[in-house]
């Protein structure tokens, strides 16, 4: 079964709304968690804008799965990965401006400060993966850098319209995977994923873990957080090649 990470930071966001202390990042995790999440996803952005220090910090102490940050290759928050020790970092681009992610991270243009950022994290002993575009340069880049894995954005086919561009766009993804898998890394997936688009991608060989938060979030809103899990989990499984039916 491919793996789904929970991603929390607009729990984090309605919070942050009131500058309050609810809802709490904390036991949204909790709650996630027993709803069957795999793993829990945070971003802890420069500007601090839903995730906080503080949040990850206790974050690293009660997740009993596994704990995923996102993560701009800055100094400041590079150091404060390293002390939190999350099981894995995901490295993306991030731009002061943006509502959310926008894009994959260009890892050729970035080298400079995207190999010493791998190398520093997997010296500590944490599992690092790339958020990057379907492109073939950008695999092979991020094999060569020494990364242990990729995330997929799929931003792009989760905002395509009409069955030939969307068909274009898993055609992408089923692409870039094979390719990272002949390379030796992990292929995860997310951005812009929810409970309607998830089935095509579930369906390419290869995928390892889906990471979803706003999808999630959002239902949760209306029928609570281990309720919202529980239904991706439903939805990710119910159009998934079982090997046994041949």
Avoid: C
Avoid at 147 to 164: D, L
């Amino acid at each position: 079964m491919i793996r789904l990470g929970v991603n929390i930071d607009h729990v984090a966001t309605i919070r942050q709304a009131r500058r309050g202390r609810e809802p709490d990042p904390v036991a949204a995790a909790v709650l996630a968690t027993l709803g069957g999440a795999d793993g829990i996803t945070i971003h802890l952005r420069e500007d601090r804008r839903h995730i906080q220090d503080r949040d990850l910090y206790v974050l690293r102490e009660t997740v009993t799965t596994r704990l995923n940050l996102e993560m701009a290759t800055a100094d400041e928050i590079l150091l404060i990965a390293l002390k939190a020790k999350p099981d894995e970092a995901t490295l993306v681009p991030e731009k002061r401006q943006e509502l959310t992610t926008e894009g994959g991270l260009d890892v050729v243009a970035n080298e400079a400060t995207v190999r010493p950022a791998i190398e520093r994290l997997k010296a500590a002993g944490i599992h690092v993966s790339l958020f990057i575009d379907p492109d073939e340069t950008q695999v092979g880049a991020s094999a060569q850098f020494g990364a242990n894995a990729i995330e997929f954005q799929t931003a792009s086919y989760s905002e395509a319209i009409g069955e030939t561009a969307i068909h274009r766009e898993l055609e992408k993804l089923r692409t870039a995977t094979a390719q990272a898998i002949s390379l030796g890394l992990h292929v995860h997936m997310g951005h812009g994923l929810n409970y309607w688009n998830v089935q095509s991608i579930v369906r390419i060989p290869g995928v390892e873990e889906l990471n979803i938060g706003h999808s999630i979030v959002s239902r949760a809103v209306l029928v609570g957080m281990e309720r919202a899990v529980r239904e991706m989990k439903r939805a990710m499984s119910e159009h998934y090649p079982n090997p046994k039916r041949g």
